[in-house]
């Protein structure tokens, strides 16, 4: 990919993603940014914003800004996490999972790719998880809907390889973000060290380290990676 390239990037405010487009910004990009927090177009951070709508919208619109050229999408959907049992796990409780964290990506996606066909060039990249991998207990919804977006990174890649798009996905985990994994987790005496020895590094990742992967699949001599799901966890995965 050469010169500035248009990207949108989904829910610029949570975990890791103020990070990501940062990077992106000063790798040269145009980037334009959503979130559900955002509920009006104008700037956010320095960065130009438009406000929350469904996928085929917001994709809609940011192309329309970019003067019709998409050139790269960053779906990155963020949302806490709280414990569910294994006896809870009800269709009116796994919904809310699978609705923001894996049909709503999958919808960017479908969007994207809707205007970047006809120029037979684009790049999506997926922020997902490689939780589900190791399992988490107690946050089967979360794992669950984590790993659908995983699984459908392949298929979507096939379906696209001939249109000059590359579909990958990011897939963190134990990275050290306030959504997460906090400061104030880490630094406790008990439960820091018992979570550092989870991870072979013995560390938390950083948000840069994700970020700086992030770009190389957006932006970087990459175009011929496709259908992978990356993971980023110090060995863990």
């Known amino acids: 990919m050469t010169g500035n390239p248009n990207i949108l990037a989904t829910d610029i405010l949570g975990f890791a993603n103020p990070v990501i487009v940062r990077h992106l910004v000063d790798a040269g990009a145009r980037v334009i940014g959503c979130d559900p927090a955002i509920s009006a177009d104008g700037e956010e951070?320095?960065?130009?914003?438009?406000?929350?709508?469904?996928?085929?919208?917001?994709?809609?619109?940011?192309?329309?800004?970019?003067?019709?050229?998409?050139?790269?999408i960053i779906i990155c959907p963020a949302m806490p996490a709280p414990r569910l049992n294994a006896e809870d796990l009800t269709v009116e409780a796994l919904m809310p999972y699978f609705q923001r964290l894996s049909a709503e990506a999958i919808a960017f996606a479908g969007a994207a790719i809707k205007v970047m066909r006809p120029r037979k060039a684009g790049r999506i990249v997926?922020?997902?998880?490689?939780?589900?991998?190791?399992?988490?207990?107690?946050?089967?919804?979360?794992?669950?809907?984590?790993?659908?977006?995983?699984?459908?990174?392949?298929?979507?890649?096939?379906?696209?390889?001939?249109?000059?798009?590359?579909?990958n996905a990011v897939a963190p985990n134990f990275i050290q973000t306030e959504t997460y994994y906090p400061k104030a987790l880490l630094n406790d005496p008990v439960k820091g060290p018992k979570l550092l020895s989870r991870v072979p590094m013995r560390r938390l990742g950083e948000a840069e380290e994700v970020a700086a992967l992030v770009e190389m699949l957006a932006m970087g001599r990459s175009g011929f990676v496709s259908g992978q799901v990356i993971n980023i966890s110090g060995a863990w995965s």
């Open 45 to 72: 951070n320095g960065v130009a914003v438009v406000a929350w709508a469904s996928p085929g919208e917001i994709v809609a619109r940011a192309t329309e800004r970019f003067d019709g050229r998409l050139d790269a």
């Open 126 to 167: 997926f922020g997902t998880s490689s939780g589900h991998i190791g399992g988490i207990p107690g946050f089967a919804a979360y794992a669950a809907a984590r790993a659908a977006v995983n699984g459908v990174v392949r298929s979507l890649a096939l379906e696209v390889a001939a249109d000059g798009i590359s579909v």
